[in-house]
């Protein structure tokens, strides 16, 4: 059974999920099935493996799984909860790293030219009790636990002596967005690239810092990250990086639903571009 519509601020398959006593529900968010139930005053959630790309068939599927139960093996983990909840709430969440992600097909940038490029990021689910009476907006109740819908893989952004641990994203920056690439497990993130330096800047590889956005629900069409504006100006110089803390034009005033894990006051600067080196890039194409 998927997520009711009830809550005010999220829309199928994301909200508020009823749990009538002992009835396990299983639901799926593209490649990740899981099966939550409430049971004697507890909470249980199990999420079941990430399906390769032959095993879940389409892999944009959302809805329910064939098994009401979950595979034998699959571990369930347990929450007492303070007033026997019968209800959750499925709250998207962006991944805690740095993605690195390369364009649909890397192009360049001439001095004072601009464009707009959108990437399609994979996102956790956020399993969590209710929020309080007088909670509203993007408020969230107490967390039980989160699961990435995608396994990312690990890869690091920089040089060895001033870099970071990040995620490899196996996805691609579109520069036409087309209806049909709307998934509910994918949020999608607008980069305004500008190039301020006096020579042609090569796209081919691209960090995004997921930390500082938000997500904005556009009346249940698809969740949208704010706009990160990147201005670059020159290598030595870095790239001065904005986010917009709005919801961007092309999700038509959509509702803030989640706050970014790592408020910015105001931009900051650091490394964005780069060239394609090897890198392993396994699992799904978002």
């Not at 002992?22 to 939550?36: H, K, M, S, T, Y």
């Amino acid at each position: 059974m998927p997520p009711s519509s009830a809550s005010p601020d999220l829309s199928p398959p994301w909200g508020l999920l009823d749990l009538p006593a002992g009835e396990v529900q299983a639901i799926r968010l593209g490649p990740r099935d899981f099966w939550i139930v409430a049971r004697d005053g507890e909470i249980w959630v199990a999420p079941g493996p990430v399906a390769t790309p032959a095993e879940s068939g389409a892999t944009t599927t959302t809805g329910t799984p064939q098994a009401p139960d979950p595979p034998q093996g699959t571990e369930w983990t347990r929450w007492a909860t303070p007033g026997g909840e019968s209800q959750v709430v499925l709250r998207p969440a962006l991944p805690e790293r740095t993605l690195v992600i390369q364009p649909e097909l890397p192009f360049r940038l001439l001095p004072r030219a601009e464009a707009r490029v959108f990437v399609r990021v994979p996102l956790s689910v956020r399993v969590e009790l209710p929020p309080p009476p007088g909670g509203e907006g993007s408020g969230a109740g107490p967390l039980l636990t989160q699961f990435p819908t995608f396994v990312l893989s690990d890869t690091w952004w920089g040089d060895v002596m001033d870099g970071e641990l990040a995620y490899w994203v196996p996805t691609t920056a579109r520069r036409v967005l087309r209806p049909e690439l709307h998934q509910p497990h994918l949020a999608v993130c607008p980069l305004n690239l500008m190039n301020r330096s006096g020579t042609d800047l090569g796209v081919e590889k691209l960090a995004l810092r997921v930390a500082h956005l938000s997500l904005f629900d556009w009346e249940g069409a698809g969740l949208w990250g704010d706009e990160t504006k990147v201005t670059y100006q020159g290598s030595a110089e870095g790239s001065q990086i904005e986010m917009s803390g709005r919801a961007p034009a092309e999700s038509l005033g959509g509702r803030l639903v989640v706050a970014p894990r790592e408020p910015l006051q105001r931009g900051i600067r650091a490394r964005t571009f780069d060239r394609l080196r090897s890198l392993s890039s396994p699992g799904l194409q978002p």
